[in-house]
């Protein structure tokens, strides 16, 4: 049996044969996991859907606005949803 380097076509493209590049080795493969995330925090994901449900609703978070959005973030879920569905009704629903 032949080595594999002797079955290769040969690099002389003059002769027409195709150029066949070796197998890889899987020992010398590159570990291209993603690095692993860590999670959002619930504060961090009231604060970006605050900014969102603000923004959509035409109201642009001001930078002095940032503490306020800071301690609205830092409440439970119920009154992070809370405030979401009061900037997201319409005000004829709150009107009556």
Known sequence: ????????????????ADF????????QRLDMAPPARA???SRDQHRLSLN???TTAGIPP???DMRAIDALSALDDTVALAVRRWLTSRPTALLG
């Open 52 to 54: 969102a449900t603000l």
């Open 1 to 16: 049996m032949t080595s594999p380097a002797t079955v290769l076509p040969t690099t002389d493209r003059a002769a027409g």
């Open 62 to 64: 001001h930078p002095d």
């Open 39 to 41: 999670p959002l925090t």
């Open 20 to 27: 066949l590049l070796p197998l890889p080795d899987p020992a």
